[in-house]
């Protein structure tokens, strides 16, 4: 018999209506479930109707249920792997179940859907083009605060979680460290009091008392600006373009200025000033 496929399934990060077919039918046709929170995979079986094998796989029995389970799949079994909420692996316990399976040649399939980070991003009106995922920042201010000084030149996006009783403190390591950046405040994401707060950092804190500080919150902040580029626009070089052209495309001043403020990407004004000045 051959080995199991180890599928780590995504499941809602509120809204239970947040769940694909997909993944529904993986839950009912694994031989088994292991699951961070028992109570709250049942949940999520009774309202789809389905019945299956559950074991529970969190970080306190990491080690000691990952080779059961290990075992389980050697021997044939699927078996599905669920987190609290939305994908296994990302700031919650997986990482070692899908390294250890992979050096068991165990396949890994991923059936994704929900996750905090990427629907926080999402909507937070901030570029979306590179972010970078931090994950929880250290509890304790001064570890914070180093590691921001770490991520203070990163020009992506950036994204945290962070638990509400820490939220005043962490903003003003936020402003502290990286500057009165622009960022969102996704709170309670697909639930009933689901809120997004967006503005610069300081703006955030002076209103802080609007804001609810309860239940689940992921932070968007804006990366550190790109500094500008230094543009090759030296007139001496634009010179050498234009007496270059004049003379070898045999073009008149105006065409050949036009032309170069059109592969320079500026205004033709511009080329006049560099070839007067130059
Ligand atoms: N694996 C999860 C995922 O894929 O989204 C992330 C797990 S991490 C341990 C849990 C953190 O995600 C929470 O502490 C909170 O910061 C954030 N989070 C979870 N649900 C959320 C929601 N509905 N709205 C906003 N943030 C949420």
Do not use: C
């Amino acid at each position: 018999m051959g080995k199991g496929k180890l599928f780590l399934v995504s499941t809602p990060i509120g809204n239970l209506e947040d769940i694909t077919f997909r993944a529904l039918k993986t839950l009912q046709e694994v031989s088994l479930i292991a699951a961070e929170d028992t109570r709250r995979v049942r949940k999520i079986l009774n309202r789809y109707d389905i019945s299956n094998r559950i074991t529970s796989y969190h970080q306190h029995n990491e080690l000691p249920k990952g080779k059961k389970i290990l075992t389980e799949l050697m021997q044939g079994a699927d078996v599905a792997l669920v987190s609290d909420a939305g994908t296994p692996g990302i700031s919650d316990p997986g990482y070692r179940l899908v390294k250890s399976a992979l050096e068991e040649d165990v396949e890994v399939v991923p059936i994704p859907g929900p996750n905090a980070a990427i629907a926080a991003l999402s909507i937070s009106g901030l570029p979306t083009d590179s972010f970078f995922y931090g994950g929880f920042l250290p509890p304790k201010k001064g570890e914070r605060r180093r590691k921001l000084q770490l991520y203070q030149e990163i020009t992506a996006t950036l994204i945290f979680h962070e638990s509400p009783h820490r939220l005043i403190s962490t903003l003003e390591d936020l402003h502290q460290v990286l500057g009165d950046r622009r960022m969102a405040i996704a709170r309670e994401l697909t639930k009933i009091h689901e809120q997004v707060w967006r503005g610069r950092l300081k703006d955030l804190m002076d209103n802080i008392d609007k804001l609810t500080l309860r239940g689940e919150l992921t932070l968007v902040i804006e990366g550190r600006a790109k500094r500008p580029q230094v543009a090759p626009l030296e007139a001496a070089t634009i010179k050498d373009d234009y007496q270059r052209l004049r003379e070898e495309s045999g073009l008149s001043q105006k065409e050949a200025m036009k032309q170069i403020a059109k592969e320079r990407g500026i205004s033709k004004s511009e080329v006049y000033k560099a070839i007067v000045k130059g």
